[in-house]
């Protein structure tokens, strides 16, 4: 192995990380070259697995992959079959250089079987905007990017559109605020923050990468009627044609993951321009569309299975929309959502046992019957050739755990983050129980002008299954994503006692599953080829330092209290270590230890470490490159993070690290 060079080689990467795919590639990679400062630690720890610099024999190696790597037996007889008997240096280095040595360890084979509301779901929210909440672009490469990048829920806003005969002035910078078509409907709040942009407040470098307009692609169909237009309500965005959105969605969905994808519709569209949307998506989705339930029986006696999984559903669209009550005749009005078909049934595919939470429905008191009647005439009005194609992913609005719709199989409960945070507050253990068996989706709270993210991991721990995140913005929430769904296909399966099947569907968030104590060392050794913040060209100034941080389940989210931050920002759990500022791209960090030492409450699955390579400044510290790795893929021993840079695109840059940790 020869050393690296003194400046960054990047690789080219195909597609940015965060929805848990494209990174999974790095895994399957050979590190090429060692630097001077990884090659002399390197040459040390041959020499202490050895005993010597002649070599090492069979016997030594085996008890440095089980004792040091805690490698299990059955892969170190694989790697046994590789390697010679009698291991030189050179050897040495290129067994450490494949990937099993990488620091994340590979996907966990998850059982597929599962009805769908046992997994969480990488999920995007207003996917089709390429930059912020408020003046950003549509474009259907929202949808390209997130799809390609591994997301598996995508949200899509339809509204009327214009005629094709129309033609419209186009308006000048002066004129555009004033005469934008959906102006006129934007709160005050809003426009005064965009009053205040536009005075002077400019986006930082950083921003501006990330509000780059990304300009659709135009299918050669012509078009020659009005048709629904897909854009964020009440802001300046601009719009995109649905069946553009749609054709983007068919080109890209399967091409990194076969497993299902679920479109949220939210529609602002009327009658007419939601039967061109259903016409549109039957048309363009033709094969790929679950429009009725699918032909199927349980495992044992027959009985209809409710939800299906994700392995009866490889290839397939659902989608997310409000549910109708199917018209009592042909060509009657449509109606607001209310109830489900009787053939529904709420008993799960693996367990033999009725929840106990369906007896709960016929306790209705009549307050709560005016309730959900007053709900329903706030829903905008959806046709019922719409919501037919609701399938298994039925929208309702929430009212409280108690409305009929809460046991329906079927139905999603979507809610921002504050009033999830608020139902937490007040209904910890009914939410849980709830999400056990049930939809739900977080999305952010609507002040998110900038598309920042809340904190996902607090709401997975919710058992929310769809924690729909900015993908426009590179921040903590993003790369928590990643470590969920790393190489896992957009689909992870909830732990034990998260989901429907083998629970007992009473446990609180905190008896649910067994919390442990953990004891986390990482000696930092050295980096080579670590990436550049954005914009910086200069090695010679860059003095990088290491991060780590760990998200971990506080105590007060077992108990119904508020987290710090109330589940908006991302904490870090409150468990930060840095190391000292060291130079350069090739830096030596001297085996510095970050301890974590007896952290309770632990959840491997649901417990993150994140590595963020910093540049040390005056002021604001600006982000070079980072790693976010789940705890149960955290590998022990010497390891390899291999990093991404601060857009998520895989670098050749790594950080090479022991890793030392014990559960109890």
Not at 516 to 530: H, N, P, R
Not at 538 to 564: A, I, M, Q
Request: net charge neutral.
């Amino acid at each position: 192995m020869a050393s690296g060079s003194s400046h960054p080689t990047r690789v080219v990467p195909q597609m940015e990380a965060g929805g848990g795919k494209a990174p999974a590639l790095v895994c399957l990679k050979n590190i090429e070259t060692f630097s001077p400062a990884i090659l002399k630690h390197l040459k040390a720890l041959f020499t202490s697995v050895s005993g010597s610099d002649k070599g090492i024999d069979s016997s030594e190696l085996v008890a440095f992959l089980r004792d040091v790597q805690s490698i299990d037996a059955a892969k170190i007889a694989d790697m046994l079959a590789a390697e010679s008997t009698h291991m030189a240096f050179n050897d040495f280095l290129a067994l450490l250089a494949k990937p099993a040595f990488n620091a994340l360890g590979p996907p966990v084979s998850h059982d597929l079987s599962y009805p769908l509301s046992n997994y969480f779901i990488s999920s995007s929210h207003n996917t089709y905007l390429t930059g912020n909440q408020l003046y950003g672009q549509s474009s259907v490469e929202g949808y390209k990017n997130v799809l390609l990048r591994g997301g598996r829920s995508i949200e899509i806003d339809v509204w009327d559109g214009d005629s094709p005969d129309r033609e419209e002035p186009i308006p000048t910078s002066s004129q555009s605020d004033s005469k934008h078509r959906y102006r006129p409907h934007m709160p005050s709040s809003i426009t005064t923050r965009l009053d205040k942009a536009k005075r002077g407040i400019s986006p930082s470098p950083s921003h501006q990468i990330e509000e780059e307009c990304l300009q659709p692609q135009i299918t050669p169909k012509a078009v020659t009627r009005a048709e629904p237009r897909v854009l964020h309500g009440h802001t300046l965005t601009r719009d995109v044609s649905f069946r553009e959105v749609c054709a983007a969605i068919r080109d890209s969905a399967f091409v990194t993951s076969d497993l299902p994808v679920i479109a949220s519709l939210e529609v602002h569209a009327g009658p007419e321009q939601q039967l061109i949307m259903v016409e549109i998506m039957q048309e363009v989705w033709k094969g790929l569309l679950i429009d009725c339930p699918i032909a199927r029986l349980g495992p044992n006696d027959g009985d209809r299975q409710v939800l299906p999984s994700p392995q009866e559903l490889r290839k397939k669209i659902l989608v997310k929309v409000k549910y109708v009550t199917p018209s009592s005749a042909e060509g009657a009005a449509p109606t607001a959502s209310s109830v489900s078909p009787p053939s529904v049934s709420r008993v799960s595919s693996k367990s033999s046992t009725a929840s106990s939470e369906s007896e709960e429905t016929t306790q209705q008191t009549s307050s709560i019957k005016d309730n959900h009647q007053k709900t329903k005439k706030k829903q905008g009005k959806i046709i019922e050739a719409l919501g037919k194609l609701g399938v298994y992913t039925r929208s309702y609005h929430f009212s409280n755990f108690s409305q009929p719709e809460a046991t329906m199989p079927t139905h999603v409960f979507s809610l921002s983050e504050k009033a999830l945070m608020d139902m937490h507050e007040t209904y910890a253990p009914d939410l849980f129980s709830h999400n056990r068996d049930y939809f739900m989706r977080a999305y952010p709270k609507n002040t998110r002008i900038s598309s920042s993210n809340l904190d996902p991991s607090i709401f997975w721990r919710k058992g929310v299954q769809m924690v729909a995140l900015n993908w426009q913005k590179w921040d903590c929430g993003m790369m928590l994503n990643e470590g969920m769904f790393a190489g896992e296909g957009g689909w992870v399966l909830k732990p034990q006692g998260y989901r429907s099947v083998g629970s007992t569907n009473t446990s609180p968030q905190a008896e649910a599953i067994v919390h442990k104590v953990l004891d986390l060392t990482i000696s930092v050794i050295a980096g080579q080829e670590l990436p550049l913040p954005l914009g910086d060209k200069n090695p010679k100034s860059f003095h990088p330092y290491v991060k780590c941080e760990l998200h971990v389940e506080l105590p007060e989210e077992r108990t119904g209290h508020p987290p710090e931050g109330g589940g908006s920002k991302v904490q870090g759990g409150g468990y930060k270590r840095r190391t000292k500022t060291r130079k350069g791209v090739d830096p030596d960090f001297e085996e510095e230890q970050l301890t974590f030492a007896a952290i309770p409450g632990v959840v491997e699955q649901l417990s993150f470490v994140r590595f963020k390579i910093k540049d040390d400044e005056i002021g604001r510290d600006d982000l070079a490159a980072w790693a976010c790795l789940r705890l149960d893929r955290l590998q022990a021993g010497y390891r390899f993070v291999h990093l991404l840079d601060a857009k998520g695109q895989e670098t050749s840059g790594v950080l090479l690290v022991k890793i030392t940790r014990s559960l109890q």
